[in-house]
């Protein structure tokens, strides 16, 4: 999800997770991410790329905890090519909106308050208006 990081409404975080794309009959598994924000996942892949602006479901898995936590996301493809997939994220569930708000504060180089601070900013995902 390449860009001017001046220009993002979030901060983006290098991460690496289990993450699961699904949309349609295709599931794209990998443990290569990139980085993840409030509004999306950038994330290795291999084979044939979906279609920009196909609609997908995205599974963030965190390990260590019992039970298991998974963090389910709706999106849509943004960018998309047999090395790379980015994902924006369209809807998030409350529990999985929490448990990704601490995903990005817990492992962001900015500080906890700068990544408040762009929470405050917008309800849920979506700047106010």
Same mark, same amino acid.
């Given at each position: %999800?390449?860009?001017?990081?001046?220009?993002?409404?979030?901060?983006?975080?290098?991460?690496?997770?289990?993450?699961?794309?699904?949309?349609?009959?295709?599931?794209?598994?990998?443990?290569?991410?990139?980085?993840? /924000? %409030?509004?999306g996942i950038s994330l290795k892949q291999q084979g044939?790329?979906?279609?920009?602006?196909?609609?997908?479901?995205? /599974?963030?898995?965190?390990?260590g905890a019992e039970p298991p936590i998974h963090v389910? %996301?709706?999106?849509?493809?943004?960018?998309s090519t047999d090395q790379e997939l980015a994902v924006?994220?369209?809807?998030?569930?409350?529990?999985?909106?929490?448990?990704?708000?601490?995903?990005?504060?817990?492992?962001?180089?900015? /500080?906890?308050?700068?990544?408040?601070?762009?929470?405050?900013?917008?309800?849920?995902?979506?700047?106010?208006?």
């Amino acid at each position: %999800m390449a860009g001017n990081e001046e220009n993002r409404e979030f901060t983006r975080v290098p991460i690496r997770v289990w993450v699961e794309v699904r949309a349609g009959d295709c599931t794209i598994k990998t443990h290569e991410t990139h980085d993840l /924000s %409030m509004t999306g996942i950038s994330l290795k892949q291999q084979g044939t790329p979906l279609a920009v602006d196909t609609l997908c479901e995205v /599974s963030v898995f965190l390990e260590g905890a019992e039970p298991p936590i998974h963090v389910d %996301m709706k999106g849509r493809v943004g960018r998309s090519t047999d090395q790379e997939l980015a994902v924006e994220f369209k809807e998030v569930d409350l529990e999985s909106y929490e448990h990704l708000k601490n995903l990005v504060r817990y492992n962001s180089h900015q /500080s906890a308050d700068t990544v408040d601070k762009e929470l405050d900013e917008h309800t849920g995902i979506k700047r106010k208006t």
